[in-house]
Nanobody, 124 residues
Framework: QVQLVESGGGLVQAGGSLKLSCQASGSDFSIASQHWYRQAPGKAREDGDLVAGITTDGSTDYLDSVKGKFTMSRDSAKNALYLQMDNLKPEDSAVYYC???????????????WGQGTQVTVSS
């Protein structure tokens, strides 16, 4: 069983920075892709914006509104994913979720795993 545990959210003033972490427990899996989503109030988690994504070959992509502000990185040895968020604005406020597509070693299927979410609030 794999769990994704997030940390790093909080309250910050506009222009400030936060770094989110997403740590996976377990090791009997291979990673197909890793992503960060954000859920605005009133929206379902699955309808949130895809903020950033990275594939196994290291290719990254970002939501247009966060390009140049957010940087995704990972530490494969630690099974950890990060999102450095700089120059934060009030419109970046949301619950941020990590989502990994994983294939368990005992399965041929790839399925999504979600973190528990972490609140980011940016005050003006």
């Amino acid at each position: 069983q794999v769990q994704l545990v997030e940390s790093g959210g909080g309250l910050v003033q506009a222009g400030g920075s936060l770094k989110l972490s997403c740590q996976a427990s377990g090791s009997d899996f291979s990673i197909a892709s890793q992503h960060w989503y954000r859920q605005a109030p009133g929206k379902a988690r699955e309808d949130g914006d895809l903020v950033a994504g990275i594939t196994t070959d290291g290719s990254t992509d970002y939501l247009d509104s966060v390009k140049g502000k957010f940087t995704m990185s990972r530490d494969s040895a630690k099974n950890a994913l990060y999102l450095q968020m700089d120059n934060l604005k009030p419109e970046d406020s949301a619950v941020y979720y990590c989502k990994w597509w994983l294939q368990m070693t005992s399965s041929t299927l790839t399925r999504p795993y979600w973190g528990q979410g972490t609140q980011v609030t940016v005050s003006s």
